[in-house]
């Protein structure tokens, strides 16, 4: 014999329809908040200038914090910092006269004093200037900056 079922007491309340004209409001308000996003404003500005060729014009103009110079830290992207200046060394690594090693060691970070205390010709920086992609912004440098550290301060 066949049962009757008894009719759920309380059925899912259904969804809601949007409405065309609603929908068009959101995907305007969510265009809208994408343009003003500054994540991605930071991201294109990041892409850009990370184009600068080493050494370029335009390069020497950058302003990087230590902040940054510390996320180039392996030997397939190195940067060193040397008196306020920052460098991409990563392809001079294995140039170097004194080896790859004693540059690694500073990867990401200040190099002034190794560099300074190795002896290098005043020549030297000279040929550190193709390398050369910014510098740091005035309240992080000690040396380029009023009343800052002079050269003939630094012991040998
Ligand atoms: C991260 C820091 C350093 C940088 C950016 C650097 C960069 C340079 C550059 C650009 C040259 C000149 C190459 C040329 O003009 O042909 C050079 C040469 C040389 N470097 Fe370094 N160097 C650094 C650290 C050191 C250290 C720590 C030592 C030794 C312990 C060292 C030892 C030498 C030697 C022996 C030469 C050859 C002589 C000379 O050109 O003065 N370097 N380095």
């Not at 994540?39 to 302003?63: F, I, M």
Request: charged share 25%; hydrophobic share 35%.
């Amino acid at each position: 014999m066949a049962t009757v079922q008894a009719a759920p007491t309380s059925l899912p309340t259904p969804i809601p329809k949007q409405d065309s004209k609603e929908l068009d409001i959101m995907a305007l308000t969510m265009a809208a908040l994408r343009l003003v996003n500054p994540w991605t404003v930071e991201k294109k500005a990041d892409k850009w200038s990370d184009s600068y060729e080493p050494g370029s014009p335009e390069a020497k103009d950058r302003v990087i914090t230590l902040d940054e110079v510390a996320l180039h830290d392996t030997p397939q992207d190195c940067w060193v910092v040397i008196y306020d200046r920052v460098y991409d060394i990563t392809t001079f690594l294995y140039e170097h006269p004194g080896g790859a090693d004693v540059m690694l060691e500073y990867a990401g970070q200040d190099a002034s004093t190794a560099f300074r205390s190795s002896g290098h010709s005043r020549n030297t920086g000279k040929t550190l200037d193709r390398f050369l992609v910014g510098e740091l912004p005035m309240h992080e440098r000690m040396y380029r900056r009023p009343g800052g550290m002079r050269l003939s301060d630094i012991p040998e």
